[in-house]
């Protein structure tokens, strides 16, 4: 299952067209990443897989508008910051 922590707009932070949370899994838990506008992925903490290969802390990706990504955190959970611009 996955967990939106922390919506940038209540932190005060705000960029004019673009959205960003701080999204944790659960070890084993599963969700998509979906390109609205272009979409950003970056692993905060936790390991984790996609299609493309696996994920580590620091890891990005990218999609662009339209795209979709499967993920699948590791035994220790991921922590993932998401950003959509638009």
Excluded: F, K, N
Excluded at 54 to 65: F, G, Q, R
């Amino acid at each position: 299952m996955a967990h939106v922590i922390e919506d940038v707009a209540r932190t005060g932070v705000m960029v004019p067209g673009m959205t960003a949370r701080l999204v944790e899994l659960e070890p084993a838990a599963q969700t998509e990443l979906s390109g609205d506008g272009e979409t950003m992925a970056y692993v905060v903490e936790g390991r984790g897989v996609t299609p493309l290969g696996p994920l580590a802390p620091e890891s990005v990706v990218w999609l662009d508008d339209g795209d979709a990504l499967g993920i699948e955190a590791g035994p220790g959970g991921l922590v993932l910051l998401v950003a959509h611009a638009r």
